[in-house]
């Protein structure tokens, strides 16, 4: 088993069921450009707090599993040039000693593993744009099948195949609601163009869903498609140039595997001359505001 450490603040609000939201550390790693990343992870932390809400920063560090870090442990996943860990990763660090920056997936599964219920995030990883002939699928989907946790995200990025990333998500029986949308979103835009079957309108009804999903026995987590507000979303024109051109030069590359997903984000910041990373900050912190409701709305329920 991997060691688990909880930081004294995640595991006095877990003991007294207050609320907790998790937070990953790819993002912070590998999804923004330094020195933007440190003072976003601080920003999100800061956000819940100001909301009445603890952090959990997830990250391994020298081979243990942190759920909250400190001030030190928030600078080493901005500054450190560490690995990206999904789940698979985990215990391989935990044998070396060696430290990791968890993507969705290894976040969800460490945070669930410590109580926590609820996890906010930029954008769900997904089925890759030629996956049919790559198989590259994230493993953040087939661990959110198994790990019941909430996810606030916007959606998945518009890198992917969006369409085979809904499909995915309703063979694995992940539930999927729109936060007050109709439609599902794609990370920097409000609108991917695909219909959902659900919506919300508010955080009171996902701890409802939570709570059901409980009683029923399930092990799957829930999807809160939380779409960034209209005023911050990205030009879709500008959007769509940049992105086929991120895409062909990927292409070109040949990349292929872990590095794909941090390549197209920093080369869309560079190509967009920062704009991306000004949407991509707007619709995390967008998530992290929801993801406090919703954890507060859970804590309240018990
Ligand atoms: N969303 C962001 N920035 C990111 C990611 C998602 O806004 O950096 C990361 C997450 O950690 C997610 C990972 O789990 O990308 C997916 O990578 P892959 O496609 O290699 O599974
Ligand atoms: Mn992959």
Same mark, same amino acid.
């Given at each position: 088993m991997v060691a688990l450490t909880l930081s004294a603040e995640v595991a006095d609000a877990i003991a007294a069921r207050r609320p907790v939201v998790a937070l990953?550390?790819?993002?912070?790693? *590998?999804?923004?450009? *330094?020195?933007?990343? *440190?003072? #976003?992870?601080?920003?999100?932390?800061?956000?819940?707090?100001?909301?009445?809400v603890t952090p959990a920063t997830v990250a391994v560090l020298d081979g243990v599993a942190h759920v909250g870090l400190d001030a030190?442990?928030?600078?080493?996943? &901005?500054?450190?040039?560490? &690995?990206? &860990?999904?789940?698979?990763?985990?215990?391989?660090l935990a044998a070396r000693g060696a430290s990791g920056a968890t993507t969705v997936a290894a976040t969800a599964h460490l945070a669930n593993r410590a109580g926590v219920r609820v996890f906010a995030t930029g954008g769900l990883g997904g089925v890759h744009r030629g996956a049919?002939?790559?198989?590259?699928?994230?493993?953040?989907?087939?661990?959110? #099948?198994?790990?019941p946790i909430t996810v606030v995200s916007a959606g998945v990025k518009s890198v992917l195949d969006i369409a085979a990333t809904l499909e995915r998500l309703e063979t694995l029986s992940v539930p999927v609601v729109g936060y007050r949308t109709r439609r599902f979103p794609a990370f920097w835009l409000r609108d991917s163009g695909h219909d959902?079957?659900?919506t919300?309108?508010?955080?009171?009804?996902?701890? #409802?869903?939570?709570a059901a999903r409980d009683e029923g026995g399930s092990s799957a987590g829930i999807l809160v498609a939380n779409p960034v507000?209209? #005023?911050?979303?990205?030009?879709?024109?500008? *959007?769509?140039?940049?992105?086929?051109?991120?895409?062909a030069e990927a292409d070109t590359a040949g990349l292929r595997g872990k590095a794909v997903t941090p390549f197209l984000l920093g080369r869309i910041v560079e190509l967009s001359g920062g704009r991306s990373l000004e949407v991509n900050l707007d619709l995390a912190r967008n998530n992290v505001r929801v993801a406090a409701e919703v954890a507060i709305a859970w804590a309240a329920r018990r």
């Open positions: 990953e550390s790819t993002i912070i790693s *590998h999804g923004l450009p *330094h020195p933007r990343n *440190h003072a #976003a992870a601080l920003e999100f932390e800061q956000q819940l707090r100001d909301a009445g030190e442990g928030v600078r080493r996943i &901005a500054e450190d040039d560490l &690995a990206k &860990a999904s789940v698979r990763d985990l215990p391989i049919s002939d790559s198989f590259d699928e994230s493993a953040d989907l087939p661990t959110l #099948a198994a790990t959902l079957d659900w919300v309108e508010g955080a009171e009804e996902v701890a #409802a869903i939570m507000p209209e #005023a911050e979303e990205w030009d879709p024109g500008e *959007h769509d140039r940049i992105l086929d051109a991120a895409l």
